[in-house]
């Protein structure tokens, strides 16, 4: 079946230093990749959606200098956090779809705490 | 096992009907749930969340849900043929940990 990996599942950073997240998709071709943030108390936020061989869709309030994202293959991503501050603590989701399919198959997720 | 279970699979429901979707969690330490709705070729999108008891309305949705047996529903009424999509639903724990059910996929047809 179709799964995505996400690691690390948590990580603690110092404030101003940055983190990298993963996301690996076995099973399928992970075509688009949508990162998501959910700060504390609130409901997800996209970031991004990132499409294969096609420019990387940052939202509003989100910028490629804060969150550069990396979508070398059909079966990785990453993203980082660049300058960790408080704001940024929260759950960081990948989901990942393939060409044409209408399932996003999420992470579980990287939890991210800020010091 | 999906830890939160989605039913049915696959809905078919008349323009103008009622359509009822069904999310329940095995894992007893989540406290919030939240509903998903994907259209075709787009990312999900937060529609509705539940905390408390209870229900929850906001214009044709309505969500309910019973924090003793960890079951939540949506109930979409008036359905429109642009509520076709792929109803996703996701529970949390208090270490903001999602589990996600796999979907349901709604068809309205006209």
């Known amino acids: 079946g179709a799964l995505v990996y996400q690691y690390p599942r948590r990580t603690i950073c110092k404030s101003g230093t940055s983190m990298r997240m993963e996301c690996q998709a076995v099973?399928?071709?992970?075509?688009?990749v949508a990162w998501y943030r959910q700060s504390p108390q609130k409901t997800f936020e996209l970031i991004a959606l990132s499409t294969v061989n096609s420019a990387i869709k940052y939202e509003q309030n989100f910028t490629q200098e804060k969150f550069p994202i990396s979508h070398p293959n059909l079966s990785f991503s990453s993203m980082t956090v660049l300058n960790a501050y408080l704001e940024d603590r929260g759950l960081y989701l990948c989901g990942a779809r393939n060409w044409g399919g209408e399932t996003l198959y999420f992470g579980s997720g990287t939890r991210l705490t800020v010091l | 096992q999906q830890k939160v279970q989605q039913s049915p699979e696959s809905l078919i429901v008349p323009e103008g009907g009622m359509a009822s979707l069904n999310c329940t969690s095995s894992d007893r330490n989540v406290d919030y749930f939240w509903w998903y709705r994907q259209h075709s070729g787009k990312s999900p999108k937060m529609l509705m969340?539940?905390?408390s008891n209870g229900e929850k309305e906001e214009g044709r949705f309505t969500v309910h849900l019973n924090k003793a047996s960890l079951h939540t529903s949506l109930h979409i009424r008036d359905s429109q043929p642009s509520d076709s999509a792929l109803y996703l639903c996701a529970a949390s724990k208090s270490n903001y940990q999602l589990i996600w059910g796999s979907g349901t996929k709604l068809i309205i047809k006209p």
């Open positions: 969340s539940i905390f």
């Open positions: 099973g399928f071709q992970a075509t688009s």
